[in-house]
């Protein structure tokens, strides 16, 4: 305890009820029942019911729960009571003249200890920033701790404006968020970084990305000169919702910076000169992977290049199939390794459409008996086209015949190996199972 009648301000922060704070400075009477001191919550007076005299040095607060971190104030009063009321004739004895004395001092020592200045009844909430309330409140004024605490909430939570809508020529310089959309009749000029959620709709003018970047999370329509122009972006153009760049089809994209497309569907002419990330499956060919279609400047996909080599077929013959003296057959290869996209069935190979272009088609046919001659044809869509006539070199001792030819087929073209063979018996003869063909599509051509 203080060992004299001197005081000092007591002070801290609360949250809630039924806490206590040490008041040991304040230097309080040892008498619990009296209340010597003022409490203070926010820089308001607190009523003195909300408070316990726990001890000399100890007070307990009950009233009702405070906001997070509220400051407390703690100050002495002592009360102004007269320890003992002279009269004419009365003694002062020396222990009421030493306790007048003592109450006369501590009372000049709690004049000495100012209490928090009280700039109203209730002050604004230092914890929440409410533009719209401070600037209609003309009578509450904010301790030094609560505008710090507004400016620290007004940085940290900037509201982004929700759209904007010029019919002049429009440049950001320096940083913009945009919760909304941005619509423009002229040009939009980005210097630095621009962000948008909503749309961006611009009708007539240019979209010029310098040195910053251009981030549009919602639909982009540009009906102006980016859509018959050109796009320039060296900074970053990110799109992840960007739906469509429609107009772009007669004009040219230049990205030196990086090309972040996962909904972009059509960029006619793009250079890009650093990194693309292109996330949709239909980002780079209109048709469908097996419809080979791709022209010009459009980027080709790893479907694409994995179908542009198919259909492959490679099938065997059955083993059992015979082909009668001086006559032509239809030569099955029944036993199938691969048909990659299900085109062969009962020798027929029929090309799938999109498919159509150079084929290398590689026939090998072989009898379990000797001929005097075997040919290799190939029948396209019906028409007969003869590929080998191998003399032997004497009487049945032709067991094979191979053929390998490049040939031109379109899509729905039909293809089937046939086989002739002559002997000196004139009889049938068997194909053996090694006998095979293969059939791959070397491109478009």
Not at 39 to 49: A, D, K, R
Not at 214 to 227: D, E, P, Q
Not at 402 to 430: F, H, M, P, V, W
Request: with cysteine.
């Amino acid at each position: 305890m203080v060992t004299n009648n001197s005081t000092a301000l007591v002070s801290g922060f609360r949250t809630g009820t039924g806490w206590t704070i040490d008041v040991t400075l304040c230097n309080l009477s040892a008498s619990l029942a009296e209340k010597d001191f003022d409490p203070y919550t926010n820089g308001g007076i607190n009523l003195l019911s909300n408070w316990t005299k726990t001890s000399q040095v100890l007070l307990t607060y009950t009233g009702v729960s405070l906001a997070a971190s509220t400051p407390i104030s703690i100050v002495r009063r002592t009360p102004i009571v007269r320890v003992q009321e002279l009269v004419y004739g009365s003694r002062l004895n020396t222990a009421n003249y030493e306790g007048e004395l003592n109450s006369l001092h501590k009372m000049m020592f709690d004049r000495s200890i100012q209490p928090p200045v009280l700039l109203s009844p209730s002050l604004i909430d230092y914890l929440t920033y409410v533009r719209a309330t401070w600037v209609a409140n003309v009578l509450q004024a904010p301790t030094a701790r609560a505008v710090v605490a507004a400016i620290d909430s007004a940085i940290a939570s900037a509201a982004a404006p929700t759209s904007l809508a010029v019919s002049t020529s429009l440049t950001v310089g320096t940083t913009g968020a945009f919760t909304g959309a941005l619509s423009t009749a002229s040009t939009f000029s980005v210097g630095s970084t621009s962000q948008f959620a909503g749309a961006v709709n611009i009708t007539t003018g240019n979209l010029i990305v310098g040195a910053g970047n251009l981030s549009v999370t919602g639909t982009g329509t540009f009906s102006g000169a980016v859509g018959t122009g050109n796009l320039t972006v060296t900074g970053t153009l990110g799109t992840s919702g960007l739906a469509t760049l429609n107009t772009l089809a007669s004009g040219n994209t230049a990205v030196t910076g990086t090309l972040s497309t996962s909904a972009l569907a059509t960029l006619h002419s793009a250079t890009v000169t650093n990194t693309t990330t292109l996330n949709g499956s239909t980002n780079t060919l209109t048709t469908a992977p097996n419809q080979l279609t791709a022209v010009g400047t459009e980027m080709v996909n790893a479907s694409w290049v994995r179908k542009s080599i198919r259909p492959y077929i490679r099938a065997f013959a059955a083993g059992s199939q015979t082909v009668a003296n001086n006559t032509v057959a239809t030569t099955l290869f029944a036993t199938e390794t691969h048909d990659t996209d299900s085109n062969f069935a009962s020798g027929i190979f029929t090309v799938p459409a999109g498919a159509g272009g150079l084929y290398l088609v590689d026939a090998f046919l072989e009898f379990t008996l000797g001929c005097t001659n075997i040919t290799l044809r190939f029948n396209i869509n019906g028409v007969t086209y003869r590929n080998t006539a191998p003399a032997a070199s004497a009487a049945n001792d032709h067991f094979r015949a191979e053929t390998c030819r490049k040939i031109y087929l379109a899509a729905a073209d039909t293809l089937i190996i046939e086989a002739y063979q002559t002997n000196t018996g004139s009889a049938l003869r068997t194909i053996a199972a090694a006998s095979m063909v293969d059939i791959n599509r070397l491109g478009n051509i």
